[in-house]
């Protein structure tokens, strides 16, 4: 037990700042901004570290079953916490674009930002990293298909047939992830792992008891995923405080719109940045482009549906199209991935390519576009 309360100290921690956050609550917002917005940003320090537990038992399973599978669980834990953060902020903001915003911020972080810091540090230490092209293939086409029908078409729909559309929008993501899903962990899932070579180097004796490159293991499986449950209801309650605080702190100081969306997306990658890090840095890409990739179809065909699924029930539409500015930037980005990812191997100059569209998108948030 004691071993089990200092690995989970983090979530100890998030535990105790919520219940402080509930009665500390109408005393923060009373005492002005700069207070409200204090608490704000120590709240998204605790969702930070409590999503890494999150994803630290996400990655113990996914050794225990291996990839697709493994990779499949990390992403699916990373979107399920930001599905659940929106959820909540929507109660609270007023802005329409907001899913839209963070769908778009969530693809820019996980392609651009995860997957060319990932390359351009790998590709410095190992040179030319491998990986299976036909997972690069496969999700760059499906995120291609699904951002399309889900947030440029919508642009051209009467606004008086919006639930129609809706509603075929939530079918057509459904589809699309039930046939994913069966190629990842049916008779395609070869697509998305790749056979590395053994290492040679003999392991320490105190280290052989386990596989080269394993993860520890830390309880069974069925630990694992009532940790995790844990996680994402802490994360959630946690997420209701912050709402309030960064909204009060945020009014009338001018923030950049897509602000909250930013925040949003980078809350639920965290995890995902230091895992593909670790992959990168250890010569094994294909981990990092189920990541990056798999992240970010997940992003967009898995949250579309639940959000617009709210918006049919509520009977308020979201502004899902896209800006022309951020249309272009999917353009590119999607262009740059497809031809950076069609030869089996990454290089620090292909990182570098998508690190700089992803400092293009931070530059072009901080001046409101």
């Given at each position: 037990m004691p071993s089990l309360v200092r690995r989970e100290k983090f979530l100890l921690i998030a535990l105790l700042v919520a219940g402080l956050a509930a009665f500390t609550e109408h005393a923060i917002l009373d005492a002005?901004?700069?207070?409200?917005l204090g608490a704000a940003i120590l709240l998204i320090l605790v969702i930070v570290l409590t999503s890494t537990r999150v994803a630290h038992h996400a990655e113990v399973l996914?050794?225990?079953v291996g990839d697709p599978y493994g990779t499949m669980i990390l992403t699916l834990s990373a979107v399920a916490v930001e599905v659940l953060i929106l959820a909540i902020l929507m109660n609270s903001s007023s802005s329409p674009t907001l899913v839209r915003d963070t769908i778009y911020a969530a693809v820019m972080l996980d392609i651009n930002g995860i997957l060319g810091l990932a390359a351009l540090l790998g590709g410095l230490r190992h040179g030319e990293q491998p990986y299976n092209d036909n997972s690069g293939k496969t999700y760059g086409v499906m995120i291609l298909t699904a951002m399309g029908i889900s947030m440029v078409v919508p642009e051209f729909v009467p606004k008086d047939r919006w639930h129609y559309y809706s509603a075929f929008t939530i079918?057509?993501?459904i589809a699309l992830y039930g046939l994913f899903l069966r190629m990842q962990v049916g008779p395609h899932s070869y697509f998305f792992s790749y056979s590395y070579p053994r290492q040679k180097v003999r392991a320490p004796a105190e280290a052989q008891t386990a596989p080269a490159g394993s993860t520890p293991q830390e309880g069974s499986a069925t630990?694992?995923?009532?940790?995790?449950?844990?996680?994402?209801v802490l994360i959630g309650l946690l997420a209701e405080f912050m709402s309030g605080f960064i909204n009060t702190g945020l009014e009338g100081s001018g923030a950049p719109p897509a602000l909250?969306?930013?925040i949003v997306a980078a809350i639920s990658a965290a995890p995902e940045i230091l895992t593909a890090l670790r992959a990168a840095l250890r010569n094994r890409m294909q981990s990092v482009v189920n990541i990056a990739m798999g992240a970010s179809l997940s992003t967009v065909i898995l949250t579309v549906p639940v959000m617009e699924a709210i918006a049919l029930y509520t009977g308020q539409p979201f502004i899902m199209a896209m800006t022309p500015v951020q249309t272009v930037m999917v353009t590119i980005t999607l262009i740059a991935a497809a031809i950076n990812l069609n030869d089996g191997e990454t290089n620090a100059i292909e990182g570098m390519t998508h690190f700089v569209l992803f400092a293009t998108f931070l530059m072009?948030?901080?001046?409101g576009l």
């Open positions: 002005g901004k700069l207070a409200a996914a050794h225990k079918a057509a993501m630990a694992s995923i009532a940790i995790i449950l844990a996680g994402v909250m969306a930013v072009l948030t901080v001046i």
